[in-house]
Each structure stands twice: as structure tokens, then as C-alpha cells.
């Protein structure tokens, strides 16, 4: 209570306080020897202030909230014992003390002895009104019960005001808050104090166990507070967390909606509660858009669930992006959490879509850079066979060029063109069972033949290597690699290329000692025109399309192709593709 405004905290405590006064006063007059048995009222209060040790608090809001205690079983077995002053002062010196235990401020120490204390003179009122509660009768029983029955009331009413004044609730809440269990518990703790007392008024040596039997008996009734309390912060939590919480029973039925579940899909608990999960993904048109994102594959053991992708349509039709993640309850059912990424997913689309806008107008100036290369070949060479008279040598070694560069050129757009097909999903390979040894065999030689100052060294085991596959392809694959290995050696040495048959799928490698790849620009070796940028490869020629190209055609025949390299060390670039069935 120590967030409460000084205006409405002060006055409410001293309007306490002075009625728990005027109550000990109303006790005083109608006991004959408060004092009778001190060492009684002694005992009771320490076991009051002991009990503190173990009290169990419930937070209503913010550093609000009430701590249970089991004191209506000391008030019963007390009034069964001694004179209803000393009762009083009982309680008043055992809250008093358990309140310094628990380093509570002076305020708060004085509003709930206040309390107490009150709500103790007003149920020895009533004992005595109904005939007293120190006889040995059925009546003096039931005239306890009765004046316990009042204790709760006042308690209740006092508690209910200080926290609605506070702001911690209405008084209705405070009031009428979980009766069921309040009053159970309040029937436990009056009938252990029932037992207790008319145990001790026959023998009062019994009263040291009874005390400690009720000790021992009040913890194991306070699991139910202890309960409540990890529940409420549980839904705290729940309802204070930005994403969406939804527990579902056994029958896959939602039982909980939060707060933040309506916030993301705009519906209320009130339209969901009760329903199917399936009625519910109609209600928000839930589309599962894709699998977990394969970067974070590696994140979940083998059959753990992965989260879901959903779009889905909020109540006020704004497409929404949501992971849900899922997983059982101890008691059964499940709970999903649905977190809200609908703002990254813009913020990935806005930045594909200018990665996309730079890769466009870079597309079109490279294109435009290749083309012109080979055109202005062309066109030179011709205009000066056309303006001016050479002898038969010239004009040969003209045309001859001219031929070159037309082929490069037809070369150039047969790139761009497969590369627009994979674009589209019209990127297609002929199959048929080949022996990939020979393809490597053949392009081995042909690279042999154009590179002679290195040294290509073949590793293959002598078997045939069976892939299904378009061997046109296929020589382009092996082609491209063997060129790149050559093309970025410029100063000769040994090219490696090696075939095997690893796992159920055949792998070629092609591996060289010459320049190697910057690790900075690793990630963009297969983007199409990109081109490594250091002073070596300044000299060398290319379209940068070679690689692109290549990846196509291996992730069209269903395999996979990588690398290894070091700058200043060489590179090794190898693909898969599945190994054909035995026939």
C-alpha cells in the first residue's frame, strides 16, 4: 500500500485504527480478568508473529496487493481459551510483531493490525452476544462459528476498501474475490480452531501440539494462495507480453485468448472462446505461406515441431504475417504463440524490392557494357572493310574476328536467355543416363588442349559414374568450371579435377593454386555479372554470367553446387547431383 496517495491512505488508516480502539474498548467491559492466563496470550501472539514467516501475497496492481494468513483457526481456539480482551491483545501484539518480521513500512503495520484487530473485536461481540464462547456446549460452538463467519466479513470489507482506494480494484473485486475458495479455506481454518480449543479446555497440555499442528496444517492450506499466486502471475505475464498467447484443450478448443492475440488479429476473446482451432483459421482466412525459415533448420532436434508462416486477414482486412510456434500443456491441450511479423516481412520486402531495383538497373548496364563490347567489334571491323581496299590477308584476318565476336556475342544472349527461363521456371534439361567420367573426360581434354601452360591431373576411380542428366549441360557445367579454374591461375600450374560417388550422389570438384576469392566477397560469387574485384583480375576478361549460369543448371538436375577458397591460395568449386538408379 505504499503507492497509495497520502490524501485517502491516512484517513482510511485512522478511521481503522480508531475502530479496532473503540472494539478493545467494548472488550474490555465485558471481561471480568483480561489478564487471566497471560502466558496464554504470550503464546499465541508469537505463533501469529511466526506465521508471517510463511504468508503468501497476492499483487492486485502494481506493489498492491494482500497477504494471506490463516488467523481465523488462533481467533476460534483463543475464544475457546480465554477472556475476549485478552484475545484482542493477542492478536493486536502478534500483527504488531509479525509486521516488524516482515520489514513492512509503519503505515502498512498499522493498517493490518488495525484490521485484524477489529475484525476480531467484532466477532467476540458477537460470541457474546450468542451466549459467550467459553462454555463447554454445543451452543458456545456455534456462537464461535457465528462470530468467525463475522471476523471474515470485516476483514474482507476493510481489505476491499484499502485496495480500491489505492487503485488496485473496484471494492465489488475485492470483495466477492474467488468465495469459493475463500470460504473453504475459512471452514478448514474455523473447524482445526474448533478442534484445538476444545481439546485444550479438556486438557491443556494438548494446546503446545494443537499450536504446532496448526502451523503445519496453515502452510499446507496456503498451497491454494500459493497456487493462486503463481496463476495471477502467470496471467500477468500473459497479458503483458506483445505476443499472442492461445491455450487450446484436448479437443483442439480455444481455451484463452489474450490480450495481445485480439491486438494482432483484431478479434475479441469473447468471438474465439469456445471454438475449434480450425474455425478460428477460417475466421482470420489462415494461409500457411511457408515452412520455418531453413536458416534456422538447424535450431530443432528431429521431430520437434517448427513454427508455422501464416498469413491471415485481421478483423479490419489487413493482411497480417504471424509465426506461431506450438507445444503441449502438462495438463493436456496445447498452447501457440503468435508472434506478429508482419513488419519485417515489409521491411524484408522494401529492401528486397530495391536490391531488386539495383540489381535491375545494374542488369542493364552490365548487358548493355557486354553487348556493346563485341558489336563495336563488328561494326568497326566492317565499316573498314566496307570503306577502304585490303589485300585478301587482312580482309581474312578481319572476317575471322568479326566471326569471333559474333559468337561471343550469340554466346552472351544464349546465357541471358537460359538465365531468363530459370528466372521464369522454364529452365528445362533433356534426361537421359549418362556416365558423367566421360563428360569429364572429354571437357578435361578440350581444356588440356587450350591451356597449355597448366597442368589438368584427372582423379577418378575407373568407374562409371551414372547420373541422369542433359549431357549437353552438363559439358557446359564442367566447361565453365574448368575455364574459371584456368582463366584465375594466370600464372599456370595445376588444375585438379576429381569425380566420385559419395552417399548415393556423384560429386565433381574442380580445384586450383591461383588467385583465390576475397572472403568479403564470397557471398556474390554466383549473383549474375558480378565479377571479383581485385588489381589482378583487372586484365582478365569475362561476363561475370558463367557461374550464375552454372548453378542453374545444376539445381535443375536436382543437385547443388559450392566452394571453398582462400585468397592468394586457390579455390575449389565442386556440384552434386543425385546418382541415377541401378538398372
Given amino acids: 500500500m505504499s503507492a497509495m496517495p497520502s490524501r485517502y491512505l491516512r484517513p482510511y488508516v485512522a478511521a481503522v485504527s480508531l475502530l479496532a480502539l473503540a472494539g478493545l474498548s467494548a472488550l474490555a467491559t465485558i471481561s471480568d480478568d483480561p489478564l ?9 501472539a508469537a505463533v501469529i508473529a511466526a506465521e508471517h514467516l510463511f504468508e503468501t501475497r497476492i499483487v492486485w496492481k502494481g506493489a498492491e496487493g494482500e497477504s494471506t494468513f490463516h488467523e481465523e483457526s488462533f481467533l476460534v481456539a483463543m475464544a475457546l481459551l480465554a477472556p475476549p480482551l485478552a484475545v484482542g491483545l493477542a492478536f493486536a501484539a502478534g500483527f504488531l510483531a509479525g509486521g516488524l518480521i516482515s520489514r513492512r513500512g509503519p503505515l502498512k503495520i498499522l493498517f493490518n493490525a488495525s484490521t485484524m484487530v477489529l475484525g476480531a473485536a467484532v466477532a467476540l461481540l458477537v460470541m457474546e452476544a450468542l451466549g459467550g464462547a467459553r462454555a463447554d456446549t454445543p451452543r458456545a460452538a456455534l456462537a464461535v462459528v457465528a462470530g468467525a463467519a463475522a471476523y471474515v466479513v470485516v476483514n474482507r470489507i476493510a481489505v476491499s476498501g484499502v485496495l480500491a482506494l489505492a487503485g488496485a480494484g473496484s471494492f465489488r473485486r475485492g470483495l466477492f474475490d474467488d468465495p469459493g475458495a475463500r470460504a473453504l479455506v475459512a471452514a478448514g481454518d474455523v473447524s482445526l480452531g474448533l478442534l484445538a480449543g476444545l481439546a485444550a479446555q479438556v486438557h491443556l497440555w494438548t494446546l503446545p ?21 503463481q496463476q495471477q502471475r502467470l496471467a500477468e505475464l500473459v497479458a503483458s507480453t506483445s505476443d499472442g ?75 497480417r504475417w504471424l509465426t506461431v510456434s506450438r507445444a503441449p500443456l502438462p495438463e493436456g491441450g496445447d498452447v501457440l504463440v503468435l508472434r506478429d511479423d508482419t513488419t519485417r516481412r515489409q521491411i524484408d520486402e522494401l529492401r528486397a524490392q530495391e536490391e531488386r531495383e539495383l540489381l535491375r538497373s545494374g542488369l542493364v548496364a552490365n548487358v548493355s557494357h557486354e553487348l556493346r563490347t563485341p558489336l563495336t567489334s563488328i561494326l568497326g571491323f566492317t565499316q573498314t572493310l566496307l570503306r577502304h581496299e585490303t589485300d585478301d590477308e587482312t580482309r581474312r584476318r578481319y572476317l575471322s574476328i568479326v566471326e569471333q565476336e ?129 588489381p589482378e583480375r583487372r586484365e582478365i576478361g569475362g561476363s561475370g554470367l558463367g557461374l550464375a ?22 579455390s575449389t568449386f565442386f556440384f552434386e547431383l543425385p546418382e541415377a538408379a541401378a538398372t
Wanted: hydrophobic residues 45%; negative net charge; glycine residues 8%.
Fill in 209 to 229: 501440539f494443537a499450536l504446532a499442528a496448526l502451523l503445519a496444517l496453515h502452510f499446507t492450506l496456503s498451497g491454494d494462495v500459493r497456487a493462486r499466486a
Fill in 406 to 534: 559474333g559468337e561471343r556475342l550469340r554466346h552472351l544472349i544464349d546465357v541471358l536467355l537460359d538465365l531468363r527461363s530459370g528466372e521464369e521456371g522454364r529452365f528445362t534439361v533433356a534426361r537421359e543416363r549418362l556416365d558423367l567420367a566421360d563428360v569429364v573426360d572429354e571437357e578435361v581434354e578440350l581444356a588440356a588442349a587450350q591451356a597449355p601452360a597448366h597442368a589438368l591431373r584427372k582423379e577418378l576411380d575407373g568407374r562409371p559414374l551414372w547420373v541422369d542428366g542433359d549431357a549437353r549441360r552438363l559439358r557446359q557445367v564442367v566447361s565453365n568450371l574448368l575455364s574459371n579454374a584456368v582463366k584465375y591461375s594466370p600464372g599456370g600450374g595445376d588444375v585438379t579435377i576429381a569425380a566420385a560417388r559419395v552417399d548415393g550422389r556423384v560429386r565433381v570438384s574442380v580445384t586450383d593454386s591461383g588467385l583465390g576469392i576475397p572472403a568479403a566477397q564470397q557471398q556474390q560469387i554466383f549473383t549474375r555479372f558480378f565479377r571479383v574485384e581485385t
Fill in 245 to 319: 498467447i492461445v491455450s487450446l484443450d484436448r479437443n483442439e478448443r480455444v481455451t484463452s485468448w489474450n490480450p495481445a492475440s485480439k491486438e494482432i488479429t483484431g478479434y475479441a476473446a469473447s468471438r474465439v472462446l469456445g471454438a475449434p482451432l480450425a474455425e478460428v483459421y477460417a475466421l482470420l482466412h489462415a494461409e500457411e505461406a511457408e515452412a520455418a525459415d531453413e536458416r534456422e533448420a538447424d535450431l530443432y532436434e528431429e521431430g520437434e515441431r517448427r513454427p508455422q508462416v501464416l498469413r491471415i486477414r485481421a478483423e479490419d482486412g489487413a493482411t
Fill in 36 to 44: 487471566d492466563r497471560a502466558w496464554l496470550i504470550a503464546a499465541f
Fill in 549 to 570: 549460369l552454372t548453378r542453374e543448371i545444376v539445381e535443375a538436375h536436382g543437385g547443388r553446387i559450392g566452394f571453398e577458397s582462400a585468397e592468394g591460395r586457390g
